[in-house]
């Protein structure tokens, strides 16, 4: 196949076509255009807007946007000109052209939910995105089912198939994924690896919260299956088949580094005692952040392994976390 990604240079991306570039001839679309091995020519924004000059292709993955900045430092119209605009952007200029058959959103359960409620979060979930990072998200989703399948977004869900497309010929891919890593990611993970290669202790060690990751590996085989079978249209969410509490990625982040975990299990009523000050003194653990920490963020990727006619996910969670780890400690 031939096969455009936005975003190309970023981390999904690189892994992305070190996964395809063997058997399909890739190019890309980005802010920056240095040579990599298996992107035949990286093409600019602009040059959607001139004729002829991106070659026809087969599929087109749209991974470029603007990440959470959890520091809160952006600003909210940043979010919208770079992950709504330019997913209408792309998603127009696919629709123009016949020969795309296949287009993979990539979105994030962010879009979908701030907050898990109940066991784990499904596609069945009316989206309540929180802050312009999901707002901004969810409406590149709702941009692209409006143009592709404008029926489903009168659903609570929003869910839709190849039934409901209005557009002959083609197939649309919105992939939710949770918190995405491998060898030289650089997001949050490596912050709490930070922490814990320091010997910090842990001291929310009472708190036994379940978060679901999405190791890189388990990504490119979904994103291989998508291109290749006959996967009806749809929303999928995408993560590992384990949920890990933050004491177990702890401790695999200390058996990667050979060395001793020290979690400590200070009583719950006393640690929120202890962000209450933190709430009135700034100080870096407040309420806002112990939700965040320890909250229950469960992901279900049933849905998308019965579409590829997956039993499993073939990277386990912890194998896939400590391959990150290990890809930290070397620098």
Same mark, same amino acid.
């Given at each position: 196949?031939?096969?455009?990604?936005?975003?190309? =240079?970023?981390?999904?991306?690189?892994?992305?076509v070190?996964a395809l $570039?063997?058997?399909?001839?890739i190019?890309?679309? !980005?802010?920056?255009?240095?040579?990599?091995?298996g992107?035949?020519?990286?093409?600019?924004?602009?040059?959607?807007?001139?004729?002829?000059?991106?070659?026809?292709?087969?599929a087109?993955?749209?991974?470029?946007?603007?990440a959470?900045?959890t520091?809160?430092?952006?600003? +909210? @119209?940043?979010?919208?000109?770079?992950?709504?605009?330019?997913? $209408? $952007?792309?998603? @127009?200029?696919?629709?123009?052209?016949?020969?795309?058959?296949?287009?993979?959103?990539?979105s994030?359960?962010?879009?979908?939910? !701030?907050?898990?409620?109940?066991?784990?979060?499904?596609e069945?979930?009316?989206p309540?995105?929180?802050?312009?990072?999901?707002?901004?998200?969810? +409406?590149?989703?709702?941009?692209i089912?409006?143009?592709?399948?404008?029926?489903?977004?009168k659903?609570?869900? =929003?869910?839709?198939?190849?039934?409901?497309?209005?557009?002959?010929?083609?197939?649309?891919?919105?992939?939710?994924?949770c918190?995405?890593?491998?060898?030289?990611?650089?997001? #949050?993970? #490596?912050? &709490?690896?930070g922490?814990?290669?320091?010997?910090?202790?842990w001291?929310?060690?009472?708190?036994?919260?379940?978060?679901?990751?999405?190791?890189?590996?388990?990504?490119?085989?979904?994103?291989?299956?998508?291109?290749?079978? !006959?996967?009806?249209?749809?929303?999928? =969410?995408?993560?590992?088949d384990?949920a890990?509490?933050?004491?177990?990625?702890?401790?695999?982040?200390?058996?990667?580094?050979?060395?001793?975990?020290h979690?400590?299990?200070?009583?719950?009523?006393?640690? #929120?005692?202890v962000?209450?000050?933190?709430?009135?003194?700034?100080?870096? &653990?407040?309420?806002?952040?112990?939700?965040?920490?320890?909250?229950?963020?469960?992901?279900?990727? +049933?849905?998308?392994?019965?579409? &590829?006619?997956?039993?499993?996910?073939?990277?386990?969670a912890? !194998?896939g976390?400590?391959?990150?780890?290990?890809?930290?400690? $070397?620098?």
């Amino acid at each position: 196949m031939k096969i455009l990604i936005t975003g190309v =240079h970023g981390f999904v991306g690189s892994n992305l076509v070190e996964a395809l $570039k063997k058997e399909h001839t890739i190019y890309g679309l !980005d802010i920056v255009s240095p040579i990599k091995d298996g992107v035949r020519f990286t093409f600019s924004w602009d040059s959607l807007g001139i004729k002829d000059e991106i070659p026809e292709v087969d599929a087109i993955i749209h991974l470029a946007g603007k990440a959470h900045d959890t520091k809160n430092q952006s600003a +909210a @119209d940043v979010y919208f000109k770079v992950n709504t605009d330019l997913t $209408k $952007k792309i998603f @127009d200029w696919y629709l123009a052209h016949p020969t795309a058959r296949k287009f993979i959103q990539f979105s994030t359960v962010k879009s979908a939910a !701030d907050r898990v409620e109940g066991d784990f979060l499904t596609e069945e979930c009316v989206p309540t995105p929180v802050g312009p990072y999901g707002e901004s998200k969810i +409406a590149a989703e709702n941009y692209i089912i409006e143009k592709f399948a404008p029926e489903a977004l009168k659903r609570p869900f =929003h869910n839709f198939t190849d039934e409901d497309a209005v557009v002959d010929g083609k197939k649309v891919y919105i992939m939710r994924p949770c918190m995405i890593h491998g060898p030289g990611n650089k997001g #949050n993970l #490596n912050l &709490l690896y930070g922490v814990v290669s320091k010997g910090i202790p842990w001291p929310l060690g009472a708190f036994e919260n379940r978060r679901s990751f999405t190791s890189i590996g388990n990504l490119q085989e979904v994103i291989k299956g998508l291109l290749t079978k !006959d996967v009806t249209s749809g929303i999928y =969410h995408m993560g590992d088949d384990e949920a890990l509490s933050t004491n177990e990625l702890i401790e695999v982040i200390c058996s990667a580094l050979g060395k001793k975990a020290h979690i400590w299990n200070i009583p719950r009523g006393l640690m #929120n005692g202890v962000v209450k000050i933190g709430d009135v003194l700034h100080l870096p &653990l407040n309420s806002l952040r112990m939700q965040k920490l320890t909250e229950n963020y469960v992901v279900s990727n +049933a849905k998308i392994k019965a579409a &590829l006619g997956m039993k499993e996910m073939p990277v386990r969670a912890k !194998d896939g976390l400590r391959e990150t780890i290990k890809s930290f400690a $070397k620098g």
